[in-house]
């Protein structure tokens, strides 16, 4: 993406962000609340509109064509804060909607892919549950594998700890961890710094709409270039 | 209140060891001399009423009469009134010798409704034949003209099939216009949620008897000469579409508890928007406003009763002609009780099973 802006009313949240990502990349994006970096992952799915700027996935230009988004979507996996799994439906039938009704694979096959990711992420013995039963760790590893049913190319993080309990935040960053030893793309928006520092090959912190500083975890925890990544490091190292 | 006001009292009490019905009784009845003296008041004036009624209804009533006159000399309800005039109270000025067909019509009606809401019937391979077979099935019932059944037009329809057909009528057209017009209400699409709201709230802001009117009376003069709409269909979309604006705006209430989560998830899993709204947002929207929607409902199966005034005979209107027969006519309160109670059944009926399907979501079982 290049150049990309965002207002929100008046308030401009992206300012003329450009960023590359390759593919296999595993990129960590974190900085203070209301740094927009939320807003950028948005925007790369179109869950937010941007407004200037212009963003590829693929190659493909993010724009207002219908078709357009639909191809950029279908090689993208999204995990939201909030797990927004589907509470009227059961874990596994959270799982084949998307290929079932987007795919139009049979019910058979879609149910046989759904419990291959249920393994994956260690809880296939939950597959008739509804989403609400389960505990918010094992929520979030059904919304990481809903994803991944979609086969996804490249997948958006959205900050997927931060409405966890501490006990249930590792079993989450396990299952990440996992997903990138297996050489998937991942851009991904949080706090955890121990994740950044093990598995990103990239930390970006934004703060007011832009990119302060791009490096490797290496670079970007130990000698930091900006003023402004010391201080956020300082805030939220220090305890 | 009063109740609340007690049990706050008694909490500041040592802790109560006895229980049991003297207990009880003595804790909500007999607290005080005020509460002492309104229970007295209250109890005679109850067992007083109770009394009356008991003796009204049952003691002195007369069950089965020769005449009109045999009810005249009791003191009691004159319930042969209803075995008298049953026939033309529920099934109107239906001819007289085919009232069979409306029994039938009325069991298979009523088997069709109670498997269509047995969970265990929701399959769209089990629903949709036996809906068409039971249309087809009244359909043949009521008008005949095949089969060797006389043709009787819907002018000489009336009764409970009449308010059975008028009723189920609405809601199956109804339902479904709501929900288009609840999500048009929502719609991003400025045309769609403007005509949406101006359907709505101009329908909203009129009396069901105006809608009727003009159905009937003013609708026609604008179809081309020679073409003509079935009045009972007229009166049926009518109703259909009145109930459809009050029910959109209680879907639109449901439609907006869903969080924005739910359309953001499906829209990263990339589906389109009839996907998500037909599989990911009504069904939680309509979970949601399932008791208020319930309200509507019954609601809708007593403004049947408005079609008196464009003179179709629905249950409540054939009890009022019946009642005009001089010989009967001072026993109309023993008729309309009757009706009344027919109303109460499909009523309670409706509400109870309501009440079932809010624990089976409760549950998750649906």
């Known amino acids: ?239 | 209140m009063a109740r609340s006001e007690i049990l706050e009292h008694h909490a500041e009490l040592p802790p109560v060891l006895a229980s049991g019905p003297w207990r009880w009784m003595h804790r909500h009845f007999f607290s005080s001399v005020g509460q002492t003296f309104l229970t007295i008041v209250v109890a005679a004036i109850t067992i007083r009423t109770l009394w009356f009624l008991l003796q009204w209804a049952v003691l002195d009533a007369v069950w089965v009469a020769s005449g009109p006159q045999a009810c005249r000399d009791a003191a009691g309800a004159c319930w042969a009134v209803i075995v008298e005039k049953h026939r033309p109270i529920l099934f109107g000025m239906y001819p007289y010798d085919q009232h069979w067909r409306l029994v039938l019509m009325i069991v298979i009606y009523l088997t069709t409704v109670i498997a269509s809401l047995t969970p265990a019937c929701w399959k769209r391979s089990i629903l949709i034949p036996m809906w068409i077979a039971a249309v087809t099935a009244i359909t043949v019932l009521m008008f005949g003209g095949v089969f060797g059944l006389p043709y009787v037009p819907t002018s000489e329809w009336g009764g409970l099939p009449l308010t059975i057909i008028l009723f189920t009528g609405s809601v199956l057209f109804g339902m479904p216009i709501a929900v288009l017009l609840a999500l048009g209400r929502r719609s991003p699409l400025p045309v769609a949620r403007g005509l949406s709201v101006v359907f709505i709230e101009s329908l909203r802001g009129v009396p069901l008897i105006t809608i009727l009117f003009v159905a009937v009376n003013i609708f026609p003069l604008f179809l081309p000469a020679g073409m003509e709409v079935n009045k009972l269909l007229r009166i049926t979309l009518s109703i259909a579409v009145f109930f459809a604006c009050y029910q959109a705006e209680v879907i639109r209430g449901g439609l907006q508890a869903i969080p924005r989560g739910q359309y953001e998830a499906a829209a990263s899993l990339n589906m389109t928007y009839w996907q998500t709204t037909l599989r990911i947002i009504l069904p939680q929207a309509l979970r949601i406003c399932l008791p208020a929607m319930t309200n509507h409902i019954i609601a809708a199966m007593k403004n049947t009763s408005f079609v008196i005034i464009i003179g179709l005979f629905d249950i409540l209107t054939a009890t009022t002609a019946v009642m005009q027969d001089p010989l009967w006519r001072q026993f109309y309160i023993e008729a309309y009780l009757f009706v009344a109670l027919i109303y109460l059944v499909f009523g309670l009926a409706l509400s109870m099973y309501a009440r079932r399907v809010e624990s089976w979501v409760a549950v998750g079982r649906i």
């Not at chain 1, 710094?193 to 598995?199: I, K, L, N, Q, S």
Request: aromatic letters at 6%.
């Open chain 1, 1 to 239: 993406m290049s150049g990309v802006s965002k207002w929100y009313g008046t308030f401009k949240v992206l300012n003329e962000v450009s960023l590359e990502i390759q593919r296999g990349e595993r990129v960590v994006v974190c900085g203070p609340s209301g740094s927009g970096k939320s807003t950028l992952i948005r925007c790369i799915n179109r869950l937010e509109e941007h407004q200037k700027g212009d963003i590829y996935v693929k190659g493909i230009e993010l724009n207002d064509s219908v078709k357009n988004i639909a191809a950029i979507r279908s090689s993208l996996g999204m995990v939201f804060q909030s797990f927004n799994l589907f509470p009227h439906l059961t874990v596994l039938e959270n799982l084949t909607i998307g290929p079932t009704l987007v795919r139009h694979m049979k019910r058979k096959d879609a149910e046989e892919r759904a419990m291959h990711f249920l393994r994956k992420v260690r809880i296939p013995e939950q597959a008739h549950k509804y989403p609400l039963q389960l505990s918010g760790g094992q929520q979030q590893r059904v919304a990481i594998a809903r994803s991944l049913c979609m086969e996804p190319e490249i997948m958006l993080f959205d900050e997927p700890t931060s409405a966890l309990d501490p006990e249930m935040i590792k079993e989450v960053l396990d299952t990440m961890i996992e997903l990138a030893e297996s050489g998937m793309t991942m851009i991904v928006v949080t706090h955890e710094m121990g994740f950044a520092r093990t598995v990103a090959d990239n930390v970006i912190l934004m703060a007011d709409g832009n990119i302060v500083e791009r490096a490797e975890p290496g670079e970007f925890f130990s000698h930091p270039k900006h003023e402004r990544t010391r201080t956020f490091l300082d805030q939220i190292l220090k305890h």
